[in-house]
């Protein structure tokens, strides 16, 4: 069925929903890289979608220990071949407190500042600041629907969460946030890093800060290096192979394509150096979130 007979024939296309042609053609919206306004839906293949409460079980524990179900977790706390719940959550305990460590060398206190997680997944970072969203308002946004529902099943209260999409714009106010952080979203977020910079720029107030982290020279060293193995390698090795890339002078590369299988890497001093035009780099580390390099940005006032 093409666009042009769905616009010829309104009857056909109403009886086409929920028929393979209709799936297809979604399917391929979906895929389309190209287009901004995606997101991951939760899956319909019951005819639709259901969102429950928290299960007795669960509503029983502390905060900290419930743990969103093992497709939610983005192979955070996944070792030899199953997850582990203790190292999820010692992950995410790390990593905030690696982003603390930072945070506190640059004299930035959080407390009483509106806190966003951009890229939250279900949570695995933003449920080690409670204090934080007790104090004042912390939310979490992903485009991963099936884990910002869980999220708002099982961490709200405290914490807020929204599913938002590709599109680089976020349902917020001018200036709402004092912190925003991104752990290895930048990561996946290509052509249209500029545009994403921009708009975390609009949401912080003015002297709020940006922690990211991305993939750089560094990382891709200590990959090859520590996992020879890692599949990530032999994507690098692809686009070498068809570009001739890693004996010339680049300064960003990304593999495969879609939000989640996508990897973009920066030769860091030349982002950093671009991006500094529009906030002041405060903290530049390497190998501080795995082995991606930390940046911590401020809005100049
Ligand atoms: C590697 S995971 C990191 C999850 C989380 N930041 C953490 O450290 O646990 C990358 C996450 O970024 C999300 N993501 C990628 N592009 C995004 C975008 N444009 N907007 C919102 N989330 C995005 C993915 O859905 C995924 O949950």
Redesign the pocket.
């Known amino acids: 069925m093409s666009i042009d007979a769905t616009r010829a024939h309104p009857e056909r296309f109403r009886e086409a929903i929920g028929t393979e042609e209709v799936r297809q053609l979604e399917t391929r919206l979906m895929g389309a890289t190209n287009l901004a306004g995606l997101y ?1 839906p939760e899956d319909r293949s019951a005819g639709g979608y259901v969102l429950y409460g928290m299960a007795p079980d669960q509503a029983a524990l502390p905060l900290a220990e419930r743990l969103p179900p093992t497709p939610l977790r ?1 192979y ?1 706390g996944f070792r030899d071949g199953r997850y582990v719940d203790a190292l999820y959550l010692q992950t ?1 305990h790390n ?1 905030v407190t690696a982003m603390r460590r930072i945070l506190t060398e640059d004299g930035f206190d959080t407390m009483g500042e509106r806190v966003l ?5 279900a949570g ?2 933003l449920r080690h600041m409670e204090a934080e969203a007790q104090a004042n308002e912390a939310w979490g ?4 629907s099936a ?1 910002i529902h869980w999220a708002q099943a099982h961490l709200s209260p405290p914490f807020h969460f929204a599913t ?3 599109t680089p714009h976020l349902p917020f106010e001018d200036g709402y946030f004092g912190l925003i952080f ?4 930048w ?3 290509g052509e ?1 890093d500029d545009a ?1 910079l921009l708009e975390m720029r609009r949401i912080l107030r003015p002297g709020g800060r940006l922690y990211l982290t991305i993939s750089d020279e560094t990382t891709l060293e200590e990959v090859a290096r520590v996992k020879p193995d890692h599949a990530s390698n032999g994507h690098v090795a692809e686009l070498d192979a068809a570009t001739g890339m890693l004996s010339r002078d680049w300064i960003a590369f990304v593999t495969r394509s879609t ?2 299988l996508q990897r973009a890497v920066y030769r860091r001093a030349p982002w950093v150096d671009r991006i500094a035009r529009w906030m002041e780099p405060k903290v530049v580390r390497p190998k501080s979130y795995g082995w991606q390099t930390a940046v911590l940005l401020e809005k100049r006032a």
């Not at 997680?117 to 997944?121: A, K, L, R, T, V």
């Not at 946004?141 to 991963?144: C, E, T, Y």
């Open positions: 991951y983005h955070y995410g990593d997680e951009f890229g939250c997944s695995r970072m946004v992903d485009l991963h884990a938002t999409t590709s991104a752990g290895s979203v990561t996946h977020i249209l994403w939000p989640w």
